[in-house]
């Protein structure tokens, strides 16, 4: 069964860092763009960074400089290292993964994980 | 950044009637255009792709059309499990964006 299960979110005060976790089963997290969203409490979707298979990545300019995405092969997990975290961060952040050759659209979502910025 | 735009925001509807959402791109998207459906606690989920193409497993009662900078979702007969948010979203150009959603309630 293919599946991304999210990991590491939690209470965490501005100006930290947190890193998530998204470990994939059923399929390579080598073999796809994989991507992350977040969702703020009562909020609308925001895309936030993809890494492609060759590595290269793209940000959202409202995480760019403080975020990092990428992924560990043979764990076959990817990763969203955030830093200098802010109160507007605090959101539920979903791994998911974009389909090959099918208009990188984002066809499988985890369960997401949480991530509050408070002191 | 291209900005996408739903309507209705919301929309209470009965169980067997068709609703009709529209996403409105700010500009042409060609068909980079994709629906979501998200009920209360979950995950999103995705229903149609490149407009039209309906993910495997989705019912046929939900369809997609439009291309450029007009796209709608269709619920041909409203069920129950069918109260939840839906998003657009496009992957023409970076940043990716998604619309603002759309709430549907069974009246």
């Known amino acids: 069964e293919v599946q991304l299960v999210e990991s590491g979110g939690g209470l965490i005060q501005p100006g930290g860092s947190l890193t998530l976790s998204c470990a994939a089963s059923?399929?390579?997290?080598?073999?796809?763009?994989m991507s992350w969203v977040r969702q703020a409490p009562g909020k609308g979707l925001e895309w936030v960074s993809i890494?492609?298979?060759?590595?290269?990545?793209q940000y959202a300019d409202s995480v760019k400089g403080r975020f990092t995405i990428s992924r560990d092969n043979p764990k076959n997990t990817l990763y969203l290292q955030m830093s200098s975290l802010r109160a507007e961060d605090t959101a539920i952040y979903y791994c998911?993964?974009?389909?090959?050759?099918?208009?990188?659209?984002?066809?499988?979502w985890g369960q997401g994980t949480t991530v509050t910025v408070s002191s | 950044d291209v900005q996408l735009t739903q309507s209705p925001s919301s929309l209470s509807a009965s169980v067997g009637d068709r609703v009709t959402i529209t996403c409105r791109a700010s500009q042409g998207l060609n068909a980079f255009l994709h629906w979501y459906q998200q009920r209360p606690g979950k995950a999103p989920r995705l229903l149609i792709y490149a407009g039209s193409n309906l993910q495997t497993g989705v019912p046929s009662r939900f369809s997609g059309g439009g291309s450029g900078t007009h796209f709608t979702l269709a619920i041909s007969a409203l069920q129950p499990e069918d109260s939840a948010t839906y998003f657009c979203q496009q992957s023409f150009s970076y940043p990716w964006t998604f619309g603002q959603g759309t709430k549907v309630d069974i009246k």
């Open positions: 059923g399929f390579a997290v080598s073999g796809n763009y």
């Open positions: 890494i492609y298979t060759s590595d290269d990545t």
């Open positions: 998911a993964r974009v389909a090959l050759a099918s208009w990188d659209v984002m066809d499988v």
